[in-house]
Structures are given as structure tokens and as C-alpha cells.
């Protein structure tokens, strides 16, 4: 399990101000992903990004933004325009791209209140 | 896009038996479909996948089939036992054309004592 790190692992936050999530690794991966998980609907893909300094869209990117200006960082900032962002939001990285394991973080829950 | 379809949502099994998750996948070139489990309170840890270019894929308790005429793909986890209590998710990744991969919404397999 190692590896990979989230911090914090519960955060909360008031509705209208923008948050930013923690995420580090130490395996020398290139890839980096952030997932979103809702109860019924699986894991979707916020943003990923395959090398230092550059990053794509997922599947639900609106309502967040993202870096990458060091392999071992991919932090995830939500912003006061993603209009339900309660969750529980998992980093991820792998060697290589999608193709190769995927190693998660242990996750932190966004609750706004 | 590629939709991956996962089901059932959840399945109860009784120690010793045998359970079955299927996905179906929606982009005929897909060529990498693993599997993830995630414990309760836990980060998703891959469990098993097969390339496209086989049609099954066994590990001890745990078997992949797939398809590809049918495009679906399925887990099958044999003599049961409480540890495999947890999540599954499906997923799917089209190598030449995605970067990403499209998980299914998960299964949640209860094994009874």
C-alpha cells in the first residue's frame, strides 16, 4: 500500500470556497489520475496527466483544476464551480500509461457543508 | 466514448460457492480490461487482467473469460471465502485510441458465513 499518499483524509469545507487535495508518490511513476467515487457509480476520471507538466481532461473535469509541476505531485483543487462536490475523491499512478496497474492512495472525503 | 456496463450491483454468496461478475464494453477495439477490488475502507488493489489477444486468465481462486465477439468480459472467483468480501470494478482501455480507463459502477459481493 505504500507509495502513494492523500492527505487529508477528511476535509471540509463551506459552500463557495475552493479546496485543494494532496497527492504524492514516491514510485517514480509517471502517470498520475484523480477519480471521483459515488455510491452506485464507480470510479470516473477528473483529470490524468501522463508527464511532468501537462495533463488532460477526464471524464468530469468541470468544477476542477489541477498540476503537475513535479513527478511526484498531482494535486486536485476543487473549485467553488462544482456544484456537488461532496465525494470521496482517490488519487492514482501507474508506470506507464492506463495499460499498466494502477497503484490508489488511500482517498480523502470532500464534505461541503 | 467507451461504456463499460457492470453487473450485478450486488451478489450474496454463500462461503464455498462460486460468483460471477460480468461487464459488457461498447468499443469493439478494446484491448485491456482489469480488474479491481476494494475492502471496505480501503483503496482499490488490482486483482487480475487479461489482454485482449487471450480469452481467459486464471490466478489460484480467481478467473478472467472474455469475449471479444460478445464484448463482454467476466470475473469468477471460486471457493469462496469472507476475505473476498468487497467492490469489484470492471474496466476497460482501448490502447491505440484512449489514455484512460472506463471503469464499470462496481459490485458489491457479500460472502455469508
Known amino acids: 500500500d505504500g507509495g502513494i499518499t492523500q492527505s487529508p483524509k477528511y476535509l471540509f469545507r463551506k459552500e463557495g470556497q475552493n479546496v485543494t487535495l494532496s497527492c504524492e508518490q514516491n514510485?517514480?511513476?509517471?502517470?498520475m489520475y484523480w477519480y471521483r467515487q459515488d455510491p452506485g457509480q464507480g470510479l470516473r476520471l477528473i483529470y490524468y496527466?501522463?508527464?511532468?507538466?501537462?495533463?488532460q481532461k477526464g471524464d468530469i473535469a468541470e468544477g476542477y483544476s489541477v498540476s503537475r509541476e513535479k513527478k511526484e505531485s498531482f494535486p486536485l483543487t476543487v473549485t467553488s464551480a462544482q456544484k456537488n462536490p461532496t465525494a470521496f475523491y482517490l488519487c492514482?499512478?501507474?508506470?506507464?500509461?492506463?495499460?499498466?496497474?494502477?497503484?490508489f492512495g488511500p482517498g480523502t472525503r470532500l464534505t461541503v457543508l | 466514448g467507451e461504456n463499460v456496463e457492470q453487473h450485478p450491483s450486488t451478489l450474496s454468496v454463500q462461503e464455498g460457492d462460486s460468483a460471477v461478475i460480468k461487464c459488457t464494453y461498447s468499443?469493439?477495439?478494446?484491448?485491456?480490461f482489469p480488474w479491481y477490488k476494494q475492502e471496505l475502507g480501503k483503496r482499490p488493489q488490482l486483482i487480475i487482467d487479461i489482454r485482449s489477444n487471450v480469452g481467459e486468465k486464471k490466478d489460484q481462486r480467481i478467473a478472467v473469460t472474455l469475449n471479444k465477439t460478445a464484448k463482454h468480459f467476466s470475473l469468477h472467483i471460486t471457493e469462496t471465502q469472507p476475505e473476498d468480501s468487497a467492490v469489484y470494478f470492471c474496466a476497460a482501455l482501448n490502447t491505440g485510441t484512449a489514455s484512460k480507463l472506463t471503469f464499470g459502477t462496481g459490485t458489491r459481493l457479500q460472502v455469508m458465513l
Open positions: 468499443d469493439s477495439a478494446s484491448n485491456y
Open positions: 514510485l517514480n511513476h509517471d502517470a
Open positions: 492514482a499512478s501507474s508506470i506507464g500509461g492506463a495499460s499498466n496497474e494502477q497503484f
Open positions: 496527466s501522463q508527464i511532468v507538466n501537462d495533463f
